[in-house]
């Protein structure tokens, strides 16, 4: 993958123990555009540790082949079941080593605040978020044609695209007397 015509190249990855999703955009100047994406299936693998090390060595490849700049990743949310909790977040564990081992910085966004991020709607569906991103990044019927675990992992890259024209404010004010006293160059008489 040749880097010269990109800025930035973001690896979403939606984690998953029985299916984990992959998601890869370029993006160039406020424009993303869809390089990749798919799933890496691990069911017929019985052990939860070779499942571990599966993820490991697919999450490696990826990275190796994509080059990312920067990958996001959909972080776990409470299941009622605690097993199903602590596999879950140790396959996002795996996954974020990879990138670690490749000096890939790494940010977790929330399912909600990705579902905000595409469609406006915290509580969107599965299909919303995968429609909006159709629509958005101009992707075709038969690209679209891929397990939601794909496009939720889009959808993660997409809100860190979306994120990074947003810097987070260093400053957390408690009123505006305190952000009019703090911010005195600001204000115009």
């Given at each position: 993958m040749n880097k010269s015509n990109l800025e930035k190249i973001i690896l979403g990855v939606d984690p998953g123990t029985n299916v984990m999703g992959y998601g890869v955009l370029s993006v160039v100047g406020n424009k993303a555009q869809l390089i990749a994406m798919g799933v890496i299936e691990l069911k017929k693998y019985e052990s939860h540790y070779l499942r571990?090390?599966?993820?490991?060595?697919?999450?490696?490849?990826?990275?190796?082949?994509?080059?990312?700049?920067?990958?996001?990743?959909?972080?776990?949310?409470?299941?009622k079941n605690v097993q199903s909790m602590l596999k879950l977040g140790r396959a996002q564990g795996v996954a974020i080593t990879a990138a670690i081992?490749?000096?890939?910085?790494?940010?977790?966004?929330?399912p909600r605040k990705i579902k905000v991020a595409i469609t406006g709607n915290g509580s969107a569906s599965k299909e919303q978020?995968?429609?909006?991103?159709?629509?958005?990044?101009?992707?075709?019927?038969?690209?679209?044609d891929v397990q939601?675990?794909?496009?939720?992992?889009?959808?993660?890259?997409y809100c860190h695209f979306i994120q990074m024209g947003k810097p987070e404010v260093e400053h957390k004010f408690s009123s505006?007397?305190?952000?009019?006293?703090?911010?005195?160059?600001?204000?115009?008489k």
């Open positions: 571990l090390g599966r993820i490991f060595e697919r999450m490696t490849s990826i990275i190796d082949s994509y080059k990312p700049d920067e990958m996001a990743i959909e972080a776990p949310f409470y299941h081992m490749r000096d890939i910085p790494i940010t977790e966004y929330e978020v995968a429609g909006m991103l159709q629509r958005m990044l101009k992707i075709s019927k038969e690209d679209m939601f675990d794909a496009t939720d992992a889009l959808g993660a890259a505006w007397k305190d952000f009019v006293q703090k911010n005195t160059d600001k204000i115009h």
